[in-house]
Structure formats: C-alpha cells, structure tokens
C-alpha cells in the first residue's frame, strides 16, 4: 500500500497543479473563474490562494483519498488516468478542511511545520481553506470525463450533501472540546466521525461510482468508506497519543495535540466511564485547560491506558474496518482491485504514521 501511495502522489500533485497552479497569471483566473468585470490581481490571488495552498500540500500527506478513489474507478472497470481531475476533488476539499479546522481547534502544528494561521495569518489561512470546498466544484464544471448533464448534476448534489453534513460533524466536536465535562457518548462520537471525516470517504465512493455510472453499488462503496474512515479518525487519534510519549512530540500535526487541545475522542469517552472518580476529574481537569504541560499530557495519556482505553479504540477501529470490508463484499467489483480496497482498511488502522 506504500508503494501504491508512493506511485500516485507525483500524478496527484501534478493534476492538482494543472486545477491550482503554483503560479497564478491573469490568463488562468480568466479561463477558470471567468472573466473579471474589471481587473483581476493575479499576484494577490497568488498569495492569498495558492501559496499557502502549495505550502500545506508540500508538507506531505498521502494523497490516500485519491488513490482511494482511483482504485474505485479501477475496480469498476474505468481507467483511472481518464478520472485524475476527479480524484483531486476530495483531496483538495480534505486540504481545505485541515487548514480551517486548525484555525477552529488553535493548532500550532501541521504536518511538523506551524500551522498555515500562524504562517500566513487567520484571514488568509481561512480565506484559502473556504475557497478549497467550491475550487473542486469548477473541475465538475469542466467535466474532464465528458459526463453528461444529469451525471454532473448528481455529482453536484452529492458533494452538496456530503459537504453540509461535514460542518455538523465539525460543529459537535467544536462544542464537545469547548465544555469541561465530558459528556458526549460512543454514539454521538461515531456519528461526528461519520459526518467528520466519513463524508470526506463518503465523497469519495460516491464521486467513483456517479461518474463511472455505477449508481447500483453507490450505497456499498459509500459505506464502506465511511466506516473505513471512521476507523481511520480512531487510529488517528490512538497514534496522536502513542506519539505523545513515544517520540516527544515529532509526530504530524504535533503529537499529544488531541490532549491540548480537549478534544473528547473515543479513548476520553471511555476513560472518563471506566476510570475511578479522581482519575476521570483529572482527565477532565487537564482537557479543559486553557494550556498544558508536557507532563500533563502524559498523565492524561497514562490515565488513557491505565484502564484500556488505548487498547480498546485501537480494537474497535480493526472492528470497524472488518465492517467496511463486509460492506466492500456486497459491490460487484473487479476481484484484484476490491483486494486492494480491503487491503487499504488494514492500512488506515494498522499503520505508524
């Protein structure tokens, strides 16, 4: 799966390149958002858009949502060199959402370099990260796979639907992370996940199937990537406090970040149920601070592990991606590409980084 990732990123960054160029001219701005009333800015748009953009995108990232989205189109029988532009729609909405939900959450990290508020400003990070959720939307309008009009209107009330339930998911865990107390439960976590970071998995699927016409396996390739990516966010989270006292902190968007900054994940949820009273006040206690110790943040952690919470969300995220997979089964699919898909759910849980 590294290696699959590693062939397609440069086929990634260069097909984002041709949607955004690195370098913004008056031509471009003309041709791809139309033709200005008066006169365009091209090298304010440059600043203000692409590169704070290109910043966040040559930090790294693994591009997993497009190849995600590439195996799709393979495993229903398409080419996937004829969908790139497509692929690209959810990466860039995924980019976008990270630069936005910094700004929500206070982070000072991103991918090991400061977060793109702190480089560029708020105004300009969150300009940037707003105009990633409808850039994506023009490379539906200039319907490189040549869909006809009703395919490109499903795909344009798909993303719409999709992306709306993206702002609930974001909207709780805002909520949840601003109280003290921790008082949201296992079934309202899973749901902010679904619509979180599953509608990003969700548009992925989806986008594959409407613009391949295969609308009959829509709904078992949506969810099975929505549950593998609600698998992944819970991985995430168990590696964010893995990193937070095995490497110091290298780790992403700065490891131990979850604790800082109050998020109530999975393994919080749990702890607080599970652990006797005064651990749980604590755990609240260092969540709701305004700041934190790098001593807080391994007791809070230690707090995590001492009754299994760790352990518990690592276990049911492989539960959760063993569900995507059943899912995964009842699609007709090419047999070595659907592999290939399930192998991405052992992927996305097992992996160290």
């Known amino acids: 799966m590294h290696d699959l990732l590693a062939e397609?990123?440069?086929?990634?960054?260069?097909?984002?390149?041709?949607?955004?160029?690195?370098?913004?001219?008056?031509?471009?701005?003309?041709?791809?958002?139309?033709?200005?009333?008066?006169?365009?800015?091209a090298d304010a748009v440059g600043r203000a858009l692409a590169d704070p953009i290109w910043d966040l995108l040559d930090r790294g990232g693994k591009r997993w949502r497009a190849v995600l989205f590439?195996?799709?189109?393979?495993?229903?029988?398409?080419?996937?060199?004829a969908y790139l532009e497509y692929a690209c729609v959810p990466e860039i909405l995924h980019n976008g959402t990270i630069i936005v939900d910094d700004v929500e959450d206070g982070a000072t990290l991103r991918r090991g370099k400061p977060a793109l508020h702190h480089v560029y400003g708020t105004d300009v990070a969150l300009n940037a990260g707003n105009a990633m959720y409808f850039i994506p939307l023009k490379v539906v309008g200039r319907n490189p796979a040549d869909l006809d009009a009703a395919t490109r209107l499903r795909a344009y009330e798909m993303l719409m639907g999709e992306l709306n339930r993206t702002h609930l998911g974001q909207g709780m865990d805002i909520v949840w992370h601003n109280r003290r107390a921790v008082e949201t439960t296992e079934a309202e976590y899973l749901e902010m996940c679904a619509c979180k970071t599953g509608c990003l998995g969700r548009i992925v699927a989806r986008l594959a199937a409407i613009v391949t016409g295969n609308e009959d396996d829509e709904e078992h390739v949506a969810r099975?990537?929505?549950?593998?990516?609600?698998?992944?966010?819970?991985?995430?989270?168990?590696?964010?406090?893995?990193?937070?006292?095995?490497?110091?902190?290298?780790?992403?968007?700065?490891?131990?970040?979850?604790?800082?900054?109050?998020?109530?994940?999975?393994?919080?949820?749990?702890?607080?149920?599970?652990?006797?009273?005064?651990?749980?006040?604590?755990?609240?206690?260092?969540?709701?601070?305004?700041?934190?110790?790098?001593?807080?943040?391994?007791?809070?952690?230690?707090?995590?592990?001492?009754?299994?919470?760790?352990?518990?969300?690592?276990?049911t995220a492989r539960e959760l991606a063993a569900e995507a997979r059943a899912h995964l089964d009842r699609a007709d699919l090419d047999p070595e590409a659907a592999e290939q898909l399930a192998e991405f759910t052992r992927f996305v849980v097992d992996r160290e980084v």
């Open 8 to 41: 397609w990123r440069p086929v990634i960054d260069e097909t984002i390149a041709g949607i955004l160029p690195r370098e913004l001219d008056e031509d471009y701005l003309s041709e791809f958002f139309g033709e200005p009333t008066y006169r365009y800015d």
């Open 224 to 315: 099975y990537a929505e549950t593998m990516s609600v698998a992944f966010q819970i991985a995430d989270d168990v590696l964010d406090v893995e990193h937070a006292t095995e490497r110091g902190g290298a780790f992403g968007k700065g490891a131990g970040n979850d604790v800082r900054e109050g998020k109530k994940t999975l393994m919080v949820i749990r702890a607080v149920r599970d652990a006797d009273a005064e651990a749980a006040a604590r755990l609240e206690e260092i969540l709701a601070a305004e700041e934190n110790t790098d001593e807080d943040v391994v007791e809070a952690v230690e707090i995590l592990r001492s009754v299994g919470a760790v352990e518990g969300a690592r276990e």
């Open 70 to 81: 590439l195996l799709f189109v393979e495993a229903f029988g398409e080419d996937p060199e």
